[in-house]
Every structure is written in C-alpha cells, then in structure tokens.
C-alpha cells in the first residue's frame, strides 16, 4: 500500500446520505426496527441504530451534514461531486509529484540524510492528523474544514519554497502534512457515508483514478521543473487553492441555504446565550480527544525521531538528549493506552474494537504492510538517481510505477469485491504477491539487477497493495455501525500511518548508520569532505560520470545499504498473510452500509443476517440514545 491511497469521503454517526432514498422514505417506515437475532443486546441495539435521530445535542459538523440532505438539488449535487473530483485530483497530482522534490531540497543544503528523518516526522503528523480532522469536521463542519486544509497547504508550501536551511524545510512539512491528511481523511469517510458495502470498494478504487493519469502528468511536470525545486513546491501553493474552491464554495452555499430555511438546528441554547470560548475550546478538545492526540503524537516521536537523529549527533547512542527522549518516549507509549481505554468519553483508539477480529486484522496487516513498504521505499528515489542514469522523466515514471499499479489493481479489487461479494482470500493473494515482490527486490536491487527487474518488483507490488488497500479499509468499516464508521476509519489509517512512522524510521537508522561506512569502505578516496559531500547529497554524486571510480564505488555502497532496507521488509512482509488468515473475516458484502445494523444507506433494515453484534459500553449507548426523538 502506497500512503496515497484512495481518496474517500464520509461523515457523522448520525448524518445522513446524500441520496434522496432517506428523504423520501415514510417515516414509520425509517423508524422499523430490526427483526431478533441471536446478540447480546438486541433491543439496545435496535434502538441505538435507529436512524432517525432529532439533531438535538449534536456536535455543530454534525448537524450541519444533517441539513445539508434537505437543501441538495440536480444541479448542486453535481457541482458538489465535480468539487469531490478535483479534490481527488488535486490531491493524487500532489501525492505523486512534490514528495521527489525533498531529495533535492535538503541536498541543497548538503543535509539529504535527514530527509529521511522529516519523513519520519510526517508520517507521525499524518497519522495523528487523521482522528483530528476527522473529529474536527464532525465539530466545526464538513467546509470549514476543508478551508482548514487548504490554508495549511498553502502556508506549508510556502514556507518550503522559501526555506535557506532545513529546519525551515522541516517547518513547511510540518504544516504541509496536517494539511495533505486531512484532505485524504475528508475523503476517506464521505465514500463510506454514500457507498454500501457491496459498491465501496470499487468507488473507493474509481475516485483514486486520477492516480493513473498524474502518474504521467508528474513525470512531465518534474522534468521541466527539476531540479529548481522551490518553483515545484510553489507551483502547489496557488494550485491547490485553486482546487479545492468549488467543494469549498459549494459546502458552503449549501450550509447557508440550510440556515436561511432553518435547516440547521444545531444545540437549542446555542441561540439563545454565549458559550464562552474557553468552554468551546473545552468541549472541542474533549470531543476530539486532543490529550489523547497529544500522547500519541508525543510517544511516537520521542521513540521514533531518534532513530534518525543519534547516529549524527555528538555521541551517537551515548548521547544524553537521545536516551531521555527515547526513554520518555517508551514511558508515554503504555501511559497512552491506558488512558485510550480508561479515559476518554470518545477515545481516538477505541481499545473495544481492538477485540474483534476484522478491525484487528486490518490495524495489524496495515501497520506491518507499511512497516515493510517504507523500509525499502524511502530512499528509493535516492538509489535509483545514484545507480541509474535516468531522466528527471524516466526516474519519475519509475517512481510511479508503483502507485499507477496501486489505482488499477486497487480498481479491478473493487470489481472483485462487486461481482463476488468477498474480499478476504483476494485480500490474502494480494499480500501474497506483495512478499513476492518484496523478495524479488533482493535481487533486482542489487549489482546483478536491471531496469526490467526494477520496474517488475514495484508492479508485483502495486497488484499486492492495490488488493490490500481497498479490502482491509472494507473489513474495518463493516465490523462496526454506520455512527463509528468516521471513528475505526480513522484508528485503522492512525495505526498504519504509525508503520509508516515506524519502516521511516528504521530506513533512516539504517541508511545513517551504514551509509558513511560503505562509502568509506568502496568509494577509492580518503578525502574526508568529499566523502562527506557524497553522503550529504546524492546531486553531488551525480556529478561524476557512470564509470568514473568516485561514482562506481558510491554505486556500491548504494547497493550494499539497500540490500539491508530490502531483507529488512521481506521479513516484515512475511506477517500481513498471517494475519489475514486468523484475524479476518470472510465478511458477505451486502447492500447494507455495514454488517453490524444491516441497515442500507436510507438507514431501513435490509433483512440481510447481521455478523457483528453491538458492543458497546452502557454509557456510549446512553450518550446517543439521548439524541434519538
């Protein structure tokens, strides 16, 4: 799985759909209850799920994607999807283009071993983002949201094309990376919200084909931007606002019509006196989990962060800052579960579901499938430049081998899904070709390895992780009702996010601990600085011919290093099928939006067997129950 996947959209424990099956149904007949079954807590159940809920005491996003339903016309729905579609394609154009250019922005200032370090520190915002935004829309709204994103975009990609020196590069990141997921996470769960089970996985792979088009657009885009790198990040901060104003635009609109015709009813007192601010900051953080957040993304770091960090700092692994934040780090890491399982009302890691076997197969296979993907794939781009003598076009189209395989094969999974209804042994093949790609690599990575085996490893994984991306996301969504469906969306992308922390991190370890020693070891120089020049930026190697000995020897350690980063993710590569054949579940898919309430997307009961049960904690149930009329 590439961490570009799929763009999807959805909302709200309690939105409703935008299609005008909901409205339109009587409503006796939206208020049926579920015939028995053999659950725990069958009347709970039926009276949790209910579906029409008044909008008394929801959050403000909430009500608003509630009352949006009443005011969508022909026309409007069709400027709202083709504000989805750009939005996709905004940000798949995004997603294969500007992350080649960090190679060169940090070899600018002969710092390129630490880029791996920043994608670490992205990776941690870009998991952690993921339950904020998702929360934050469901507190502030659906378009607000989006305006959010679209500032960080812009700031952070300014603040890059701007930047002298790499902590101003690591900054632009920093708020790049809030803004890039929460536009996959904006996506993510509105695709859930209008899809059932049986369409989403195709739709989730469809909206993702902008992928197989940028693919190529990319590689046209980066030879004749490179290597002026600063023009390739600012050419994003006017595209991407430029994008996403006809979703923006058109929420918005919507949001105010609703208002006009008293649609929107967000919490009776809400009009009637003034919250002050310090108690809506409260509730917000309270609603969004901030603390638990917080802990998570502090944890990760501290642990994380070092492994890139110590081996350039003075002392190494002796070095007193790198042992507090590594030990800091494993102290917050318990503290933070127990207090995901104790405390939160609305915890972002909902331990709960940690118990069923779906959810926990998709946490797991995600985790360990991008511990794997990122342990040979950070400094791919890397190799390849050194080792190949490619055009700024030919190493783009090979870095985007793997995606545009990822959008197809992610597309004919859905088709799958579609025509048979079951995912879980498609799910296992796929990660079955995704070892044997891994394993392949070992060889065409090496100082026998051509271009066709190159090229043939990141197909083999494209048809493995096109599989794995759109079902393990299916399998999670369906073990719980449509109200969590936001929640597990976001836990299930927080945890494999996390790999994507974790194969980062261990890329650079590596690459920084035996990099210096292998150029030392086959470049034929004893010159300090030019070794040094060589290791800090990989244009500096480029500037030697392909048979000069200074680029032949780099060549080599290139080879040696990545040889590590490669057996390293085939014995991580060897878990995903594991954990697909005892954790997940052969889960029918229906016309039901999930197969815990069997309830299709106008929330009437399908008749299709139900085969989870409703397992939550008394005081969940009283907190929506309140909710319902």
Not at 264 to 286: F, G, H, L, R
Not at 347 to 360: A, D, N, Q, S, Y
Not at 393 to 402: G, K, M, P, V
Not at 559 to 575: E, H, N, P, R, S
Request: proline share 4%.
């Amino acid at each position: 799985m590439s961490s570009s996947t799929a763009p999807e959209l959805s909302y709200s424990s309690t939105s409703r759909r935008f299609d005008n099956d909901h409205t339109d149904a009587p409503e006796e007949e939206g208020k049926k209850t579920i015939p028995h079954q053999d659950f725990n807590d069958q009347e709970g159940g039926a009276q949790f799920y209910d579906d029409n809920s008044s909008q008394e005491n929801m959050l403000a996003g909430v009500a608003k994607v509630e009352a949006l339903q009443a005011v969508w016309g022909p026309t409007s729905k069709w400027f709202l999807f083709v504000g989805i579609g750009l939005s996709a394609y905004i940000y798949s154009l995004d997603g294969v283009t500007t992350w080649q250019y960090l190679s060169y922005a940090t070899s600018s200032v002969l710092k390129h071993s630490v880029s791996g370090t920043i994608s670490t520190a992205n990776a941690i915002i870009i998991a952690v983002g993921k339950p904020l935004m998702a929360k934050l829309a469901d507190v502030i709204g659906r378009a607000e949201t989006f305006v959010i994103v679209t500032v960080l975009y812009v700031v952070g990609y300014i603040v890059i094309a701007t930047a002298n020196d790499v902590n101003q590069i690591a900054g632009g990141q920093v708020l790049y990376s809030f803004g890039y997921t929460g536009l996959q996470m904006l996506q993510q769960i509105v695709i859930a919200d209008m899809t059932n089970l049986r369409w989403r996985g195709l739709v989730t792979g469809l909206v993702s084909a902008p992928f197989i088009i940028n693919n190529f657009v990319s590689a046209e885009i980066a030879e004749g931007v490179l290597p002026n790198w600063r023009w390739g990040y600012a050419m994003f901060a006017i595209l991407v606002p430029v994008a996403l104003a006809p979703i923006i635009v058109t929420l918005f609109w919507a949001q105010w019509k609703a208002k006009k015709l008293d649609h929107i009813k967000a919490q009776p007192n809400a009009y009637k006196q003034v919250i002050p601010w310090s108690k809506v900051i409260t509730d917000a953080a309270i609603e969004m989990d901030l603390a638990g957040l917080i802990l998570i993304a502090a944890s990760l770091a501290l642990i994380l962060l070092p492994l890139g960090l110590a081996p350039s700092a003075k002392g190494q692994w002796h070095n007193a800052s790198m042992i507090a934040m590594v030990t800091i780090g494993a102290v917050l890491f318990p503290l933070m579960l127990v207090y995901e399982w104790k405390v939160p009302r609305r915890p972002v890691v909902p331990m709960r579901w940690l118990k069923r076997g779906p959810i926990l197969g998709a946490c797991l296979i995600g985790f360990t499938d991008f511990v794997s993907f990122y342990l040979q794939y950070t400094y791919l781009y890397s190799y390849v430049y050194v080792t190949q003598n490619w055009s700024y076009r030919d190493l783009t189209y090979y870095s985007a081998t793997q995606s545009l395989a990822l959008t197809i094969f992610g597309i004919c999974g859905g088709i799958i899904m579609y025509f048979t209804r079951r995912f879980k042994w498609m799910l296992f093949a796929g990660l079955l070709v995704r070892l044997i790609g891994c394993g392949l690599m070992l060889k065409a990575r090496s100082a026998t390895g051509n271009t066709a085996e190159l090229v043939m490893c990141q197909i083999l994984q494209g048809l493995g992780g096109g599989f794995a991306a759109i079902a393990i996301q299916v399998s999670a969504q369906a073990a719980v009702a449509h109200v969590d469906v936001a929640t597990v969306t976001a836990m299930v992308l927080l945890i494999t996010e996390v790999g994507n922390s974790a194969g980062s991190a261990a890329a650079t370890q590596i690459w920084a601990s035996h990099m210096p020693a292998a150029l030392a070891k086959h470049v034929p120089t004893t010159n300090a600085t030019l070794l040094a020049d060589l290791y800090g930026s990989i244009t500096q190697i480029a500037l030697f011919p392909q048979d000069d000995p200074i680029r032949i020897g780099a060549i080599t350690a290139y080879q040696d290093v990545m040889y590590k980063l490669v057996l390293g993710a085939l014995i991580v590569a060897i878990f995903p099928p594991i954990f697909c054949i005892f954790l997940t579940k052969d889960i029918k898919l229906t016309r039901a939006q999930n197969a815990v309430d069997a309830k299709d997307l106008a929330g009437n009961p399908t008749g299709e067997a139900r085969e989870f049960e409703d397992n939550r904690t008394p005081s969940e149930r009283n907190l929506e129950t309140s909710q319902r009329v």
